[in-house]
């Protein structure tokens, strides 16, 4: 084969692999939530990435550069298949770490989720307790205000014979010492 066919089948196969690599970062910006923070791992695989493609872009001017040399091409051939297969590999380990951060993603939203159901619940309980303690304070406050009045209405029913009877002596003694006193004036002027 000329060289210049070559040539042409590498420049068709790096143009391939560029926009190849253009797509695959499209998906991942589609893919990748704003404001999810990435993992450790993913800036690794990113400047990873950022190398080959690096790289790529030197083969692509040492292509462009080569005179008519075979050998060189065939070289320059041959790293470039390298630098393909490491990207693959390397997008292969970035999109499978993709999918272990999403799955976690969907996991923590579960257990949030199942955590406010609980607190909720809980929550709504002690309310409930709440409101029954309240109700309760004030039935037993009325009770005890009920019982009191009772209690005093039994005592003083039953000792009101005993506290006017005492009285009513007193009461006595006061007009009969008033009465004696008044009469010895009376009988005094008299």
Do not use: C
């Amino acid at each position: 084969m000329p060289f210049a066919t070559h040539a042409r089948i590498t420049l068709i196969a790096i143009a391939l692999l560029i926009s190849s690599a253009s797509s695959v970062q499209a998906q991942q910006a589609k893919t990748q939530p704003i404001n999810n923070p990435p993992t450790q791992v993913q800036p690794w695989l990113q400047s990873q990435v950022m190398d080959l493609r690096e790289r790529l872009v030197r083969f692509e001017e040492k292509l462009k550069n080569v005179q008519a040399k075979a050998s060189d091409i065939q070289a320059t051939e041959k790293e470039l298949a390298l630098v393909k297969e490491k990207l693959a590999a390397i997008e292969t380990k970035f999109d499978s770490q993709n999918q272990v951060h999403e799955g976690l993603k969907e996991r923590l939203a579960d257990v949030g989720l199942y955590t406010n159901m609980w607190g909720s619940a809980f929550a709504i309980f002690g309310l409930i307790l709440t409101v029954g303690a309240v109700l309760l304070g004030f039935s037993a406050k009325n009770r005890a205000i009920k019982e009191a009045k009772d209690a005093a209405k039994i005592y003083f029913d039953k000792e009101r014979e005993s506290i006017t009877n005492e009285e009513n002596a007193r009461l006595e003694k006061e007009r009969e010492k008033l009465l004696a006193a008044e009469t010895e004036k009376f009988d005094g002027l008299l």
